[in-house]
């Protein structure tokens, strides 16, 4: 329990009933977390943290796998915030023609068209404008050690320094999550189907 305020397990246990979901007890190393299905797809809400020696650094994701038809990558995050990423994957700054998102946001990606198309679903802008100090991408399976990824699954990932406990931003995160995915599935991207992986290990 914490010492002030509510708990992150009673704002998860909370979040996962008011969107179907289920939540999953911590084991050993292995924290709690928040499972649920948008469609074919499972969206994992955990925490992880990261040891800088003296301190540790714990950080809130959300993650669902997907499998891409058509190698599509993008990153987005607030400017100022993450200068120096999205140079991998022959990824480029890109502007989508909304002035107020664009001065807010740097979006790198390997395919203008492809990423203009997602974000002219004004939905999708607005919740990510919602999202404070946020870094949303489409992860690529290479580089990082899951060997029981296949070639064309990849993931919708996101992250932010801390733990979120305020539930009305998680539900507004999973439905940033349930608009991405449905709109990558819409511009040809996603596959509708169910991805063969089990990336909850």
């Known amino acids: 329990m914490e010492l002030f305020g509510t708990s992150k397990r009673e704002v998860w246990k909370k979040f996962a009933e008011e969107i179907k979901g289920n939540y999953v007890q911590g084991v050993l190393r292995r924290g709690d977390k928040v499972e649920a299905y948008v469609d074919?797809?499972?969206v994992i809400l955990d925490t992880y943290t990261v040891s800088t020696g003296k301190s540790s650094i714990t950080h809130t994701r959300m993650r669902a796998t997907f499998v891409n038809l058509d190698n599509f990558y993008f990153r987005i995050y607030r400017s100022g915030v993450f200068s120096e990423m999205g140079k991998m994957l022959g990824m480029k700054d890109i502007s989508i023609?909304?002035?107020?998102f664009d001065d807010t946001f740097v979006i790198k990606s390997n395919n203008e068209e492809k990423i203009k198309l997602l974000f002219e679903n004004e939905s999708i802008r607005s919740l990510m404008e919602n999202q404070?100090?946020?870094n949303l991408q489409i992860k690529g399976n290479g580089g990082r050690g899951k060997k029981h990824f296949t070639d064309d699954v990849?993931?919708?990932y996101f992250e932010v320094i801390g733990v979120?406990?305020?539930?009305?931003?998680?539900?507004?995160l999973y439905?940033?999550?349930?608009?991405?995915?449905q709109e990558l599935c819409n511009i040809g991207t996603a596959s509708a189907e169910t991805p063969k992986v089990d990336f909850r290990v």
């Open 40 to 42: 074919n797809w499972l």
């Open 97 to 100: 023609g909304y002035k107020e």
């Open 164 to 172: 979120i406990r305020d539930i009305e931003r998680l539900k507004e």
């Open 154 to 156: 990849d993931e919708l």
């Open 132 to 134: 404070q100090h946020s």
């Open 175 to 181: 439905e940033l999550f349930a608009k991405v995915l």
